[in-house]
Every structure is written in C-alpha cells, then in structure tokens.
C-alpha cells in the first residue's frame, strides 16, 4: 500500500496498531479531533501478538477475588523484581481499562446467568482471565480496529517498516549513553513503494512495536515480533532493561517444522488439562505443590527436564478426562487444529513443547510510560514498566498494554504545551544506506536460521556460564557480518529485521551474563541460586 510522504508531518505518531498503539491512538483522537494521528504498521493492521492472544485478559472481576490477592500473585511470579508500586497500578486501574474495552465492543464470555465466566491460568490464586472463547485476543483486536475507524484523524500506514528513531545524532550532535536530553523528532521509515528511506517527523512518537521472539526457533510469536522497538531505543542510546527474562510458554503444540508454534492456552490446563511424559505419569507434583498450573517458569523448565530425562523432543498434554462439549464450547479454535492434524482431544493426547513467547523485559519505562528518551513512550510488550519482574503473570499483558497505553495519553496531554515547543523539521535524510542491490536473499536467510540455532541451544529455558560466552562469540561475528551487509546493500525490511533481532540476541545474553544467579525466567546452573542483590540489568 502506497502513501504521499509530502505530508509527513503529524500531531501525534504510533508506532504499532496492538492492543498498546490502538489503546493509545483511539484516545488520543478522541482528545484533539482537530490534529493528526499516524499509526504505522509493519504489514497489516491486524497481523500483532495481539491477535494471537489465546488465554484472556486478567483483572479483578469477582466478588471473591480483591486487589491484593492479584497483587500478590503477580508479585509471587515475578520473584522478587516487580516494581511494587507499578504492580499497585496495573492491578487497581485493569478493571477501567477491560470496562472500556468491553464499551468498544469486545464480547467476553458469559455464562447462562449473564455472568461472565472467569478462567484460570498458572500462578493466579483465583479465577480472574475474562476471555472470548480461545481467541480472546483476535475479539479484542477486532473491537479495537472497529473503534478507530470512528476517527477520522487517524492515518494508518500499513506495509511501513520504521527503520530508526530521529535524535539529535542525525542532526549532527554526539550522543552517548550518558546524554540526559536524547530526544526523539520521529522516525526514519523504509517507503516500499520506491524503497527509499524516508522520514515522518513528530512532536510525540509512541513506540508500541511488540515482542521479540522471532530471536529463537521456536515460538508462539509471528513473524512481525523482531524486537525492532528494543533494538532501535538500544541503537539510540536508550534504556533498555531486563531482557534476560524470556518467558517461554510451556505448552505449544509439538509441530516439527511448523513456525510459528500453535499455542495451547494455560487456560487448558486451568480447566483440567494434565501434563503427562512419554511414559504416560503426570509428573507436574513431583516440581511443585501448584502442580500444572505452577507458574510458567516451573512448568516449563519441569517439561525442559522430563524431556531431556526420557530422551523426548515432547510431552503430552491430556484432555481426555475433560468433558469433550465444554472443551469444544471454551477452546473450538484449538479443538479444531488439533483434529486438522489428526489429533481428538477426547482420545488422543496433545505433544507439546514449550517455545518462546514473551519478552518480560523491554525499553524502560516510567509510570507514565516515558522512555529515557525525551518525546518517546512505549507501551506494550516492547516497554519493561516493572510489572512483570523476572516471570510475567499469565494473562497480565493485555491488561498492561491497555493500562500504559491510556497512561501515555494521559501524560501526552498534560505535557502538549512542552511537545509543541520543540517541534523541528529541519532533519536531514537518511544517509546510512548502502547503494547496491543484495546479490543474495541466502545471506540474511542463512544468518537468521543461525541466529535462532545459536538462541534456542545456548540461551533458552536453562542456561550456564559456557553456553552464554559461546553465544556471545558467535553473535559477534553475526554481528560483524550483518553490519557489514547493511553498510554496502540497499536496506530492505528483511535485514533490518535480522540486523534488529541480532541486536535483541545480544542484549539477552548480555544480560544474562550480568545476571550471576538464578531467580524467574533466567536459570543458570552455574548460579543455581538466588543472590541478596535484587537488582534489575539496564543496558
Ligand atoms: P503487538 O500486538 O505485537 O503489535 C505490534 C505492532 O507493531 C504491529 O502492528 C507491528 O506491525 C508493529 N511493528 C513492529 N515493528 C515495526 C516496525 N519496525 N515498523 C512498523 N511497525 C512495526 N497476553 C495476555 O495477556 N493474555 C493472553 O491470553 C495472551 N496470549 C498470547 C498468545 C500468543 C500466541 C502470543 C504470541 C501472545 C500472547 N499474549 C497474551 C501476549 C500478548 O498477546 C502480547 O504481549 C500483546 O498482545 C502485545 O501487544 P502490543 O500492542 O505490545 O504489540
Ligand atoms: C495462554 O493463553 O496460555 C497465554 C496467556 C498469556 O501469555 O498471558
């Protein structure tokens, strides 16, 4: 889809059409009819982590359950680096934030009474995921993208690959680490209509750009989630934080050769589903008292453990208790691909593995969702706002991207007289690309594989000091190759993907490498213990 780069210009700049940038942008429309507002997507609008969200939203929904109960379960996952006071506000202001959802449009499920019917997944102590069926998040993705179109002030630009963030560097200024005033103009964006890199400025830019697990081979992720976000604050100068912590979802389907990975929901396993090894033992009580919904870093490393123990690439996952039309009824979605393969839940069990999923880590942010850039947020699962600590919550992103995306409108319009201020347009064009055309597509192909091959084996669910400096190594030399590649070729979306997840590959291991003990998501068997330092890794 083309577009007229004569007017690239605007009010207000969205990086990202999720659950984050559409939360964001909707508000902000809303706010000042008069300006304008681009929201710019990588493909089409709707193909986000968001639409894949399976499980549901959590927020506190039951006369039963209270704030404290989903903050202490959120504080428990995150095992000890929550930042307490951004947990207070996720949990306290969700229920507002699913209301307006729910006011856009979105259906949860209800049951006969009209009540809707809450689910379970690992680590909440109560029922409190609202979900539309096992496609929650393509309901709240439809219900957002019918609600902005209501606005005539936005501008979607969709098959727009943004390349970089605008800072004073481009304008010619020395920028480093210790800058405290790196401000951001806009953004640098790859026009595919004539493949030049072209610029659209901005007061305010707003980057809700999403996850990163395209950095291993096996993810739930799709292909948009390359961790562009993250890599371009890094590249920037920007804070980025906590990236060691990878959450890996225990239970997707076990589909050799398919990416990315179908996900079984948590939600299964919150109805009753069992995990079983090759042998056929439920061996989840042998791990912990939680059993199968222990939170997802037990059960997934349980799983990383039974398989390596049996000699299997899988487990199972056993439904065949479940009473078969309720199943059907809460998970059609999966119930239908698991037949498309072959598989009846009602008979057979699910093999399952776990994959890489979601990036608890991010650009740092504030309680207002300001990154350490001026005149940049981020919000979503690209951002790191303290919530998750070292292993997120299941079902607790949604509700976070809803919460710091109208955080961010609120702090946008309290500081509109600051944004207009510092408007700027003198930006020079973008001079950093190469001039010849790639002689092969191999290149950046091969380096992607390798880069996936190098994450999964040495940096995934249990982790050592050799691994992790092996990793390094071989990152550096992708590294070396890449750039060299983008130096004298002409820059296309696929290289600067592959240039962006490699940056993402080694703020992981980085970290990880910081991080000289074991304690969430980050397990290392050379420190196999927790230390007294409880401290989060900003790079
Ligand atoms: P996304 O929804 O991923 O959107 C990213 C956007 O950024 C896209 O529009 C993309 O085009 C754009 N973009 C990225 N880079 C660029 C670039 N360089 N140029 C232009 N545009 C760019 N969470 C829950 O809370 N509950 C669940 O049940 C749940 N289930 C999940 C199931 C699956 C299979 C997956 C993958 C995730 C699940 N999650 C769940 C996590 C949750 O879906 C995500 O964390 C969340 O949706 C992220 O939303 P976002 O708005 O931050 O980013
Ligand atoms: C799931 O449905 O199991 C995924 C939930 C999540 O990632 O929060």
């Not at 739930?220 to 590249?235: E, K, S």
Request: with cysteine; aromatic share 8%.
């Amino acid at each position: 889809m083309g577009f007229n780069f004569a007017i690239m210009q605007t009010d207000f700049l969205v990086i990202g059409s999720g659950v984050a940038g559409l939360t964001y942008a909707i508000k902000i429309a809303k706010a000042y009819p008069e300006k304008k507002i681009i929201v710019i997507t990588k493909t089409t609008a709707d193909e986000t982590n968001t639409k894949y969200a399976q499980g549901g939203v959590a927020g506190v929904w039951d006369a039963n359950d209270s704030f404290e109960k989903h903050i202490e379960d959120t504080l428990i996952a995150g095992d000890g680096l929550c930042n307490e006071a951004i947990v207070e506000i996720v949990v306290h202001e969700g229920p507002e934030r699913i209301r307006e959802i729910i006011y856009y449009g979105a259906e949860f499920d209800k049951d006969e009474t009209g009540e809707y019917t809450l689910g379970r997944e690992g680590g909440h102590s109560e029922n409190r995921i609202l979900h539309h069926k096992d496609v929650t998040g393509k309901e709240i993705e439809r219900a957002l993208l019918k609600e902005i179109k209501k606005f005539s002030n936005i501008q979607f630009i969709n098959y727009c690959f943004v390349v970089d963030i605008i800072t004073q560097h481009h304008l010619g200024f020395l920028v480093t680490k210790s800058t405290t005033d790196i401000t951001c103009y806009g953004v640098y964006v790859l026009n595919i209509t004539n493949n030049q890199i072209e610029k659209i400025l901005s007061p305010v830019t707003v980057l809700a750009t999403g996850g990163c697990g395209q950095v291993y081979r096996t993810t739930t992720n799709p292909r948009i989630a390359t961790g562009d976000g993250i890599a371009m604050v890094y590249r920037a100068k920007g804070k980025v934080e906590n990236m060691e912590f990878i959450q890996f979802h225990p239970t997707a389907l076990f589909e050799p050769g398919v990416s990315p990975s179908f996900l079984i929901t948590e939600a299964v396993r919150g109805d009753g589903g069992i995990l079983r090894n090759k042998n056929e033992e439920a061996f989840m009580q042998q791990y912990d008292e939680r059993k199968d919904l222990a939170p997802r870093d037990i059960v997934a490393r349980a799983i990383d453990n039974e398989m390596k123990r049996t000699g299997t690439e899988h487990v199972y996952l056993d439904c065949r208790h479940m009473n078969t039309e309720k199943f059907i009824h809460h998970f059609p979605n999966i119930y239908e691909k698991c037949l498309s393969i072959g598989i009846d839940v009602s008979k057979q069990m699910i093999p399952v593995a776990p994959a890489a999923h979601y990036s608890c880590g991010g650009i740092k942010t504030d309680e207002w969702a300001r990154t350490s850039i001026l005149n940049l947020y981020a919000c979503g699962e690209c951002s790191s706002t303290g919530l998750h600590g070292a292993n997120r919550l299941a079902s607790n992103s949604l509700l976070e991207a809803m919460v710091f995306g109208h955080r961010a409108y609120l702090n946008t319009i309290e500081k509109m007289n600051e944004f207009i201020n510092k408007v700027i347009t003198d930006v020079p064009d973008w001079n950093a690309e190469g001039t010849s055309e790639p002689k092969e597509m191999i290149l950046i192909t091969q380096s992607l594989k390798e880069l996936q091959q190098i994450m999964s084996d040495y940096v995934g669910i249990v982790r050592n000091d050799v691994r992790l400096s092996r990793a390094m190594k071989r990152l550096d030399l992708l590294f070396a190759e890449t750039e060299a590649l983008y130096k004298s070729t002409k820059v296309s979306p696929q290289l600067c993907e592959l240039r962006n997840l490699i940056t993402v590959g080694y703020l992981i291991v980085k970290s990880a490498e910081f991080r000289k003990e074991s304690r969430g998501l980050h397990y290392n068997t050379d420190h196999p213990h927790k230390s007294n330092l409880l401290q989060n890794i900003i790079l």
